[in-house]
C-alpha cells in the first residue's frame, strides 16, 4: 500500500469535527462544521466536502444507533425463540432496576413486545444435544405471522444455541428471502445467559434498517462527491469496522461515542512510551473516563443503555453527569451541588450571552479567571465576565462567600465527583494511581486536570495537541478490529494446550472470514484470542489473554485475580468463555511534529483566585506561542482555540515537540 | 449539636468524600470476600457513624439493612463502653438481638479515633455462606430454636492494633464451613473498615475535627428535615393497615401483622401492637428488621431521594411489642423471617397508609422470596440452588403493575436457565409469564411467572416462600392477584408442595412453580379503554 490519505470525522453533539492525514507524513488538518441532527450524513458530507473528499479511508464516529435505543426508534421487529422461552425478553434477570421509586416501571419495557414474540418447536441440551429436533413444517406459518404484522427485522435466539447453532442457522436461512433484516443470536453474540443474548440479538436486528439506509445513503453521497476510498466505522470496543461489517452489526456502535478520545488517548500514550494513562474527557454535560494499562484501554464484555444490557465488547468508561455546562445550584437544605442538570451547548452557561441565566461550571472558572473572558471558544462565542458575575452573585450571597471563592468552591464540588468516578476505575480496581498520566481533553478537561492529579496523587498531566478535534483523530489512528465470543465450559485440568488451540480455530476462521470478504489477506491480520475463566463454582469471570501455554494462562489468571480481589487460591480453574479479536492495523499514524513559532513569549496577562494564593496574577501563553521544552511556572494558562490549559500554582509545564503539554505534579 | 456554620463548600467536599468512603469499603469487600453471595448479589452494606452510634452515611442502601445499620453500632455500644475501645480495634458480631437481622450476615465495627478521641465508627455488613448450624449454608427452614441456625457471635474482639487476636479468630472459624472461605470474608471486612479508617484519619486531618463532626451533624439534619417534610405530605391521622403470614411451617394458620401509623405534624408513629405472637418456625425477625421494612416503606412511599442516616428516621418512632414474631425471644429462630415477614410489614403499611396516599402505594405484590432450595449431589459433589422467583408487582394509581418482579424489601436476580441446565442435573421446560394471574383493576396487577423445573438426580427440596394462601392484595376495587402455587408431578400424578416444605425428589420429578400476580387497582370497570392488552390474556 502507498501512502493513503485517511479522514477522520466524528459527529458530537453540537460540532462535526475532521481531521485529515497522510498514512506516516507529518500534516494533520482538522476542522470544525455545525452537526446536523435533522439529516445527520448532510453535515458529515459538508465537512468532507470542505476538508477535501479525496481520502483512501474514510474513518466515521457516529452516535445515529445510541440514540435510537435511547430514543426507543427501531424497525418494526419479531424475536423468534424456544418454545416455552418467549417471555425471557419480558421477564428479564427479574430485578427492578430502582430500589425506592414506585411511580416508575420496575424494568424497562421489553424491545420487542409479546405479541411480536413468536416460539418454534426445537429444544437443544447445554452440551449442544439436539433433544427435540427443529420443527420445520411451522415455518410457512410463522412467515405468514410475520409478514401480516409487517415485520421488517427478526431476531432469531433459541435456548443453547451457542452449543449448537443449527437450529438457528437453518432458520436464519428460511427466512432470508421474506424478511430484509435477520439476526441470529449465535453470530452476534454466541454466549450462554439467554436474556444478555436476546436483548442484545433483538436490539442489533432492530438497528439494522436504519443502520443499512444510513449508510446507504452516506455511500451514495461519498461517491457523488469522488470519496472514493472504504468507509469505516468506529465501535464501541474502541476499534474500527468496515461499513459491511457494520450493516450485520450496527449495534458495536451503541456505546461509541467516547471511543473515539480514548482511542486517541491509547495511542498517544504508545506514541509518547508511556505505559499506564487514565484518559480524562470533560465535555459540556458528561465526563467519561477510561483506564489504559501497557498502552490499551480496558473494556467490559457488557454495558448498559437506555436500560438495556448489551453484550458486546465496549471500552470500560465511566461516565458521570459533570461537565463545563453543568449547572450550580443549592438543594433545600442550602447545600452547593453541580450538576447533574446542564446548561449543554443551547443556552450554554451564561457567559456565552445565548439566553442561558443559570451559573456552570464555565461561569465559575471565568469569575474564578481561571478562564480567560477573551478565550475564544469555537470561534463562535465570546465569553462575557459581567454575565458569569450576574449569575453566580445570588449563589454566593445565599452561601455567604465572596464571590470568588463561592466560584472556586463550585469547582472544588465539581472535582469531587471526578476524583470518585477515577477513583472506581482504578484504585477500586487494584491499580496505583503514582503509575498513571492523566491525559485531559473535552472542552473543559485540560481546566480541571492538574488540580485532579494533584488530589489522586498523578505525577503527570497531558493535554493532548489535537484536544480539540480528539475523537475524529482517534478515529484515523485506531484499527479495525472484530470480536467473536464463544462459550465453551470445560475444566483448564482436563485440557491440553493443542486441545485449546484447536478450539480457537473455528473462531478464528470466522472473525477473519469477513476481513477475508474485504481483502485483507491472512497476513496482515493479528488474532487476540482470550478465555473468561473462573475459579471452579464461581459466578463471575474473568478475561485473560490465551498465550498459548496453560501454566502460564493459570499463572495469568491468578495474577488477576489477585489485582482485583487481593488473593488467589490455586484452585481448580474452569473456562466458559473463548474470545477472539482479530485485528488489522491500517497503517501507521505518526504524530506530526509541532509547526508552531515558538517565541516563548505569554501575549496576555490575567488575574485569578486560588484558594491557596488568593488572587494572584498569571500570565497567558497561546499554545503555538511555546518554544520547545520552554519551561513554564504555574499558575499559567495556555489558550488554544478550543481549549484553556490551566497550569496550578506549584505545578511545572512544558511543551512537547508535538505540541502537547505535559504538567508536571511534584508529590 | 454542634452549630457551627459550616462552609459549603467544605460540606460539600466532606460528604463526597464519606460516601467515597463507604463505596470503597464495599468495593474492598467485593474485592476480597470469598462468599459468592457477596460478589454476584452484592448482599452487603458499609456504613459510618459518629461516636454515638448515628449513622451517618450508608453506602448503596439496600432495603433489609436500613434499620439494621441504624442501630447495630448503638446496641453494640450497650454492651461494649466506649472507654473499653482503643484505635485499632476490630469488634465482629452477628447476634440478631444486637442490632441484627439472621446469623448470616456478620458484621464487623471499628472505632475511629481523631486527634486523641473517638469519632465514628466504620461498619461492615457481609453476608457469610455458611454460618455453622444444622445444614450447609446455614438455611434451616425446619428450625424451632436459633441454635439450630449457626453460630451466635456476640460483639468479640477479633483485631487490635497489633494484628489478629488469635484465640477469637479461631473460635469464630473453627465453628463454620468451608474455614478457607469464611477467613477470606472475616479478612475482607478487616481490610474495609481498614481503608475507612484511613480515608476518615485523612479527612478529620485535612477539615479539622470539630468541622468534620460538624458536617456530619449537618447531614443528618439535612435529612432529618427532608423527611419531616416528606411525612408533613401524608394527610395527618391513624391509619390502620394488617396482613397475614401464610404460616410458619410448623402450625398451618395465617399469623397477623398489624400496624396502626399515626401521622402528626412531621411525626408519624408505627406501633405493631396487635400483631401475632412468636412462632415456632423461623418466620421470626427482629424489630431491627421491622424498622428496616418501616423505613423502605417511607423512602419509598414519601421520600426515595432522602439520603439515609440517623436523621432521616428521627421524626419515626416504631413500636414492636416484645414476644411477637416482629421481636421475638433470643432464642427465637428467624432465617425467614428476615426476607418473608419483613416483606409483610411494607404490605401492612402500605394497606394502612392506601387511603392517605393513593397516588402513591402500590397494590399487593410479591412480597415474598419466592425460595425454592434443591440440593443434590453431582459428580461426588454437594451442590444447593437456590431458585427466588419475583411475580406481578401490585398496580398503582397510574401505570399497571410490572411482569415478574421482584418487589420493595428484595432485589435478588434470578439464575438463567442455560446456567442451570449447564451446571446442575435440572432441566428447566418452562420459563415464561403466568397469563391470567394479574389482579383485574382499572391498572391491573402485573403477572407472575411459571418455572418448570426435569430432576435427573436425586435431590432434596426445600420451599421457603409465603403468598401461596394469603393473596397479593387488591385495593380500591381492584381484584387480588393469583398466589403462588407449586406442583411436584410424579409417575403422572400431581400433588400440591407448601411453602415451607422440605421434601425428597426422585430422577424424573416434575416441579413447577406459578408465581403470584399483582393486586389489582381501582375498579376493572374503569380500566381505560386505550389500555390494550398486547396478548396478555
Known amino acids: 500500500m502507498g501512502l493513503s490519505r485517511r479522514i477522520g470525522v466524528d459527529v458530537g453533539g453540537t460540532f462535526t469535527d475532521l481531521v485529515v492525514c497522510q498514512e506516516g507524513g507529518s500534516a494533520l488538518r482538522s476542522l470544525k462544521v455545525l452537526t446536523t441532527p435533522e439529516a445527520p450524513a448532510r453535515g458529515v458530507l459538508e465537512g468532507i466536502r470542505a476538508i477535501g473528499p479525496g481520502a483512501d479511508r474514510i474513518a466515521h464516529g457516529t452516535t445515529i444507533v445510541t440514540n435510537a435505543i435511547i430514543e426507543g426508534r427501531g424497525a418494526v421487529t419479531a424475536l423468534i425463540t424456544t ?21 416508575l416501571s420496575p424494568k424497562p419495557p421489553p424491545p420487542i413486545p409479546r405479541r411480536f414474540r413468536f416460539e418454534v418447536t426445537e429444544r437443544v441440551a447445554a452440551d449442544g444435544r439436539v433433544v427435540v429436533p427443529l420443527v420445520k413444517e411451522e415455518l410457512p406459518a410463522l412467515v405468514g405471522a410475520l409478514q401480516a404484522l409487517g415485520v421488517e427485522a427478526v431476531a432469531i435466539c433459541l435456548l443453547h444455541s451457542y452449543a449448537a447453532p443449527e437450529h438457528e442457522a437453518w432458520l436464519k436461512e428460511a427466512l432470508t428471502h421474506t424478511i430484509p433484516y435477520v439476526s441470529a443470536s449465535h453470530e452476534i453474540n ?12 433483538a436490539l442489533n436486528a432492530m438497528v439494522m434498517p436504519l443502520a443499512d439506509r444510513y449508510l446507504a445513503d452516506l455511500e451514495a453521497s461519498l461517491a457523488r462527491e469522488g470519496a472514493r476510498g472504504s468507509l469505516h466505522l468506529l465501535q464501541s470496543n474502541g476499534g474500527m469496522m468496515s461499513a459491511q461489517a457494520a450493516r450485520r452489526r450496527p449495534l458495536a456502535m451503541a456505546v461509541s461515542g467516547p471511543a473515539g478520545g480514548v482511542a486517541a488517548s491509547s495511542h498517544l500514550a504508545r506514541a509518547l512510551g508511556l505505559r499506564h494513562a487514565i484518559a480524562f474527557d470533560m465535555g459540556g454535560t458528561t465526563t467519561d473516563v477510561c483506564l489504559i494499562a501497557d498502552g490499551v484501554a480496558q473494556t467490559l464484555p457488557q454495558r448498559r443503555l437506555g436500560g438495556h444490557p448489551i453484550r458486546l465488547p465496549s471500552l470500560a468508561v465511566e461516565s458521570i453527569g459533570a461537565g463545563g455546562g453543568s449547572i450550580i445550584w443549592l438543594d433545600s437544605a442550602g447545600a452547593l451541588k453541580v450538576g447533574p442538570r446542564s446548561a449543554g451547548a443551547r443556552p450554554g452557561p451564561a457567559c456565552y450571552g445565548l439566553g442561558g441565566e443559570a451559573a456552570t461550571i464555565t461561569d465559575a472558572h471565568v469569575v474564578a479567571g481561571t478562564l480567560r473572558p477573551d478565550a475564544l471558544l469555537g470561534e463562535s462565542i ?19 462567600l465572596p464571590l470568588a471563592e463561592a466560584a472556586a468552591g463550585a469547582l472544588e464540588v465539581a472535582n469531587a465527583a471526578m476524583l470518585r468516578a477515577i477513583r472506581l476505575i482504578s484504585v477500586q480496581r487494584g491499580f496505583d494511581l503514582r503509575d498513571f498520566v492523566l491525559i485531559a481533553y473535552g472542552g473543559a478537561g485540560p481546566l480541571h486536570a492538574g488540580r485532579l492529579a494533584r488530589e489522586l496523587g498523578m505525577r503527570r498531566v497531558i493535554v493532548p495537541a489535537h484536544a480539540g478535534v480528539f475523537s475524529a483523530l482517534g478515529c484515523v489512528v485506531t484499527d479495525l478490529a472484530y470480536d467473536r465470543v464463544q462459550t465453551y465450559r470445560a475444566s483448564l485440568g482436563a485440557m491440553t494446550s493443542e486441545d485449546l488451540n484447536r478450539r480457537f480455530l473455528p473462531l478464528d476462521a470466522a472473525v477473519a472470514e469477513p476481513l477475508g470478504a474485504e481483502g485483507y489477506g491472512l497476513d496482515a491480520i493479528t488474532l487476540a484470542p482470550s478465555l473468561d475463566l473462573r475459579y471452579l463454582g464461581q459466578n463471575y469471570e474473568l478475561e485473560v489473554p490465551w498465550r498459548g501455554d496453560l501454566n502460564v494462562l493459570r499463572r495469568d489468571f491468578e495474577a488477576l485475580h489477585t489485582r482485583l480481589y487481593a488473593y488467589a487460591t490455586g484452585e481448580a480453574i474452569e473456562c466458559v468463555n473463548l474470545r477472539v479479536r482479530a485485528l488489522v492495523a491500517t497503517g501507521e499514524v505518526r504524530l506530526p511534529e509541532w509547526t508552531g513559532s515558538g517565541t516563548g513569549q505569554p501575549f496576555s496577562e490575567h488575574r485569578a483566585y ?10 497567558v501563553y497561546r499554545r503555538d506561542d511555546l518554544a520547545l521544552e520552554q519551561p513554564l511556572k504555574g499558575p499559567a494558562l495556555v489558550e488554544d482555540p478550543w481549549a484553556t490549559t490551566l497550569i496550578y500554582p506549584g505545578q511545572r509545564g512544558q511543551r512537547d515537540r508535538f505540541g502537547n503539554v505535559h504538567i508536571e505534579i511534584s508529590p | 449539636m454542634n452549630q457551627r456554620a459550616v462552609n459549603p463548600i467544605t460540606l460539600e467536599v466532606v460528604r463526597n468524600a464519606i460516601f467515597a468512603i463507604a463505596e470503597e469499603m464495599s468495593a474492598v469487600v467485593m474485592r476480597s470476600a470469598r462468599s459468592p453471595l457477596l460478589k454476584e448479589a452484592g448482599d452487603l452494606s458499609s456504613a459510618l457513624t459518629d461516636a454515638r452510634g448515628r449513622l451517618i452515611a450508608q453506602g448503596k442502601d439496600i432495603p433489609i439493612h436500613l434499620g439494621v445499620m441504624a442501630f447495630t453500632v448503638k446496641e453494640f455500644l450497650t454492651r461494649i463502653p466506649r472507654r473499653q475501645l482503643r484505635e485499632g480495634d476490630q469488634y465482629y458480631l452477628n447476634l440478631p438481638e444486637v442490632g441484627g437481622n439472621h446469623l448470616p450476615d456478620v458484621k464487623a465495627i471499628r472505632p475511629v479515633f481523631a486527634a486523641g478521641r473517638l469519632v465514628a465508627f466504620a461498619i461492615s455488613l457481609a453476608h457469610w455462606a455458611d454460618i455453622g448450624g444444622a445444614v450447609p449454608g446455614s438455611y434451616v427452614p425446619w428450625a424451632t430454636e436459633a441454635y439450630q441456625e449457626g453460630l451466635r457471635i456476640p460483639p468479640i474482639r477479633v483485631f487490635t492494633r497489633k494484628g489478629a487476636e488469635p484465640s477469637a479468630m479461631e473460635f469464630i472459624l473453627g465453628n463454620l464451613r468451608g474455614r478457607e472461605e469464611r477467613e477470606g470474608d472475616l479478612l475482607a471486612q478487616y481490610a474495609a473498615n481498614e481503608v475507612a479508617a484511613r480515608r476518615l484519619g485523612e479527612l478529620f486531618e485535612r477539615y479539622g475535627v470539630r468541622t468534620v463532626l460538624a458536617c456530619f451533624d449537618r447531614f443528618r439534619a439535612e435529612s432529618e428535615a427532608q423527611m419531616r417534610a416528606a411525612i408533613r405530605a401524608i394527610p395527618p391521622g391513624s391509619y390502620e393497615g394488617e396482613d397475614w403470614v401464610d404460616d410458619d411451617g410448623i402450625e398451618d394458620r395465617p ?4 400496624v396502626r401509623v399515626t401521622i402528626r405534624g412531621a411525626l408519624a408513629h408505627l406501633d405493631f401492637t396487635g400483631t401475632g405472637s412468636q412462632a415456632k418456625g423461623p418466620v421470626n425477625t427482629t424489630r431491627f428488621v421491622a424498622c428496616s421494612a418501616v423505613y423502605y416503606s417511607l423512602k419509598a412511599l414519601v421520600g426515595p431521594d432522602i439520603p439515609a442516616n440517623d436523621g432521616c428516621y428521627r421524626p419515626v418512632r416504631v413500636a414492636v411489642p416484645q414476644g411477637t414474631v416482629l421481636n421475638p425471644s433470643s432464642d427465637a429462630p428467624v432465617v425467614g423471617g428476615n426476607h418473608e415477614t419483613s416483606q409483610r410489614v411494607v404490605d401492612a403499611i402500605f394497606k394502612a397508609l392506601a387511603p392517605a396516599l393513593p397516588e402513591r402505594i402500590t397494590a399487593g405484590g410479591p412480597t415474598t422470596s419466592g425460595l425454592l432450595l434443591f440440593a443434590g449431589r453431582r459428580d461426588g459433589r454437594w451442590y444447593i440452588l437456590y431458585e427466588v422467583h419475583g411475580g406481578g408487582e401490585g398496580a398503582a394509581a397510574h401505570r399497571d403493575g410490572g411482569h415478574a418482579v421482584r418487589v420493595h424489601m428484595s432485589n435478588v436476580m434470578n439464575t438463567p436457565v442455560e446456567v442451570i441446565e449447564a451446571e446442575y442435573p435440572i432441566e428447566v421446560g418452562r420459563h415464561e409469564l403466568r397469563v391470567g394471574s394479574g389482579g383485574a383493576g382499572a391498572h391491573c396487577g402485573g403477572l407472575g411467572q411459571v418455572r418448570a423445573y426435569r430432576l435427573l438426580g436425586e435431590a432434596t427440596l426445600t420451599t421457603m416462600l409465603e403468598r401461596r394462601i394469603v393473596p397479593p392484595w387488591g385495593v380500591f376495587g381492584g381484584a387480588a392477584g393469583l398466589p403462588y402455587r407449586i406442583t411436584l408431578e410424579r409417575d403422572g400424578a400431581v400433588r400440591e408442595v407448601k411453602g415451607k416444605e422440605t421434601l425428597p425428589l426422585r430422577p424424573g420429578d ?6 403470584s ?9 374503569a380500566r381505560p379503554a386505550e389500555l390494550i392488552e398486547n396478548g396478555y390474556r
Open chain 1, 83 to 103: 418454545r416455552h422461552f418467549r417471555d425471557v425478553l419480558e421477564i428479564a434477570r427479574q430485578n427492578r432496576s430502582d430500589l425506592y421509586r414506585l411511580d
Open chain 1, 190 to 201: 454466541a454466549e450462554f445467559r439467554e436474556y444478555e443474548r436476546s436483548v442484545t440479538t
Open chain 1, 382 to 400: 465570546r465569553v462575557e465576565r459581567g454575565r458569569a458575575e450576574a449569575a453566580l452573585v445570588p449563589l454566593a450571597a445565599r452561601v455567604g
Open chain 1, 610 to 619: 486560588f484558594p491557596e494564593t488568593g488572587v494572584t496574577s498569571l500570565p
Open chain 2, 255 to 258: 399469623i397477623p401483622v398489624r
Open chain 2, 510 to 515: 416434575l416441579v413447577t412453580i406459578e408465581s
Open chain 2, 517 to 525: 400476580g399483582g393486586g389489582g387497582y381501582g375498579a376493572p370497570s
